[in-house]
Nanobody, 123 residues
Framework: DVQLQASGGGLVQPGGSLRLSCVAS????????MSWIRQMPGKKLEWVSS????????YYAEAFKGRFTISRDNAKNTLHLQMNALQSEDTAVYYC????????????????WGQGTQVTVSS
């Protein structure tokens, strides 16, 4: 069975940083691209970032360029999101998600999601 376990969220002040992690199991991790998706309170799901199966390519929504860094450690089946300069508007549940395609990533085509980790940015 596929499992994605997100962790690393918490309460931080504006300008602070967090590093999220997502530990994957139940599939060949390095054959699949991965994404971070967030959901702000009362809002729809919002794509944050994606990374290719080997980690050689990565993509960010414009709002997060320069602040967030996606990475993966395939030896440990782990996806990360380094989040810097956090703002109150970044308060959301952050989910990791697995692309359905084997070594191919079609936008929005996720078949498994982690449980999410709460990030709260507040003074």
């Amino acid at each position: 069975d596929v499992q994605l376990q997100a962790s690393g969220g918490g309460l931080v002040q504006p300008g602070g940083s967090l590093r999220l992690s997502c530990v994957a199991s139940g599939f060949r991790f390095d054959d699949y691209s991965m994404s971070w998706i967030r959901q702000m309170p009362g809002k729809k799901l919002e794509w944050v970032s994606s990374i290719s199966w080997k980690g050689g390519s990565f993509y960010y929504a414009e709002a997060f360029k320069g602040r967030f860094t996606i990475s993966r450690d395939n030896a440990k089946n782990t996806l990360h999101l380094q989040m810097n300069a956090l703002q109150s508007e970044d308060t959301a549940v952050y989910y990791c998600a697995k692309f359905r395609g084997l070594r191919i990533a079609i936008s929005g085509d996720y078949d498994y999601w982690g449980q999410g980790t709460q990030v709260t940015v507040s003074s």
